[in-house]
């Protein structure tokens, strides 16, 4: 079965646009919903506690940040060591507390 030309396409997704322009409106409140909107959620926390198995560089990637900034946030040395139980402050202008074990 042969497909219809373009041309006669264009009327049916004429009509599927002026269905939808209704909806324009609610484009904002559902762009929030999916994507990287979780991403910018996690980077807002303001601390975390270092596991086993992190690295300031995993740590770092999973909020969204520099491990260096991390790292110069925290009194981190150039070895980046951290400790199981440290807390990690995830935000400029506070240091990290010690491991607490």
């Known amino acids: 079965m042969a497909r219809p ?3 006669a396409c264009a009327p049916a997704a004429a009509l599927l646009a002026l269905a939808l322009l209704p909806l ?3 484009l904002p409140l559902l762009a929030g919903l999916g994507g ?3 991403q910018a959620r996690r980077a807002a ?3 975390v506690v270092v596991r086993a198995g992190d690295t300031l ?3 770092s990637w999973r909020h969204g940040l520099d491990y260096r900034d991390v790292a110069r946030w925290n009194g981190i040395g150039a ?3 951290i400790d199981i139980g440290q ?3 995830l935000t400029p202008g506070g ?3 010690t491991a607490a074990a």
Request: aromatic share 8%; proline share 8%; net charge positive.
């Open 57 to 59: 560089y995993s740590i």
């Open 87 to 89: 807390v990690l402050v």
């Open 5 to 7: 030309p373009r041309a």
């Open 95 to 97: 240091r990290g507390a």
């Open 24 to 26: 324009l409106p609610l």
């Open 79 to 81: 070895d980046y060591r």
């Open 36 to 38: 990287c909107a979780g």
């Open 45 to 47: 926390q303001a601390s």
